[in-house]
């Protein structure tokens, strides 16, 4: 066998492990975020207070559009959902858009009871709502988010 030979089969054992590799941590990676969601989802299903359950939806809706996992503090989900802004329907960006607007409305001094009760039941029912839409598979989530935002 000729020196260039040799190197042609080797180089091509290498390029085979190399891209069986690469498949494998493509495969890890995806698994990563699959388990990073289901723990979101967790938390987002036992969440009470309004203000973690906004943090965990930004979160799980910037994980589904970027496929990259994010760690940031609460003080960030007005940066995460502008971000948003622009790869959101335009109805579910309000959706959440009024839920942080009645969030902060519920963490601000207010003394009229008939206002911080109407609030508490959108803060309810608008949590119900992220709730069922991100507990879908992610498949019928990308559905959900670019075809179909009713509720």
Known sequence: MAPIDIIYVNAEEFIKKTIYELNLLKNYKWQILANHRQSLLAQLSEAQDPALGLHLAALLIFQSHTHTMLHASGKFVPHIIGY?????????????????????????????????????????????????LLSHTEKDLYLNLKINSGF
């Open 84 to 132: 948003l802004q622009k790869q959101l329907p335009h109805e579910i960006y309000l959706l959440l858009a009024t839920y942080q607007e009645s969030v902060i409305k519920k963490l601000t001094p207010n003394e009229n009871e008939e206002e911080k009760c109407a609030n508490e039941t959108f803060l309810l029912k608008t949590c119900q709502r992220l709730k069922r």
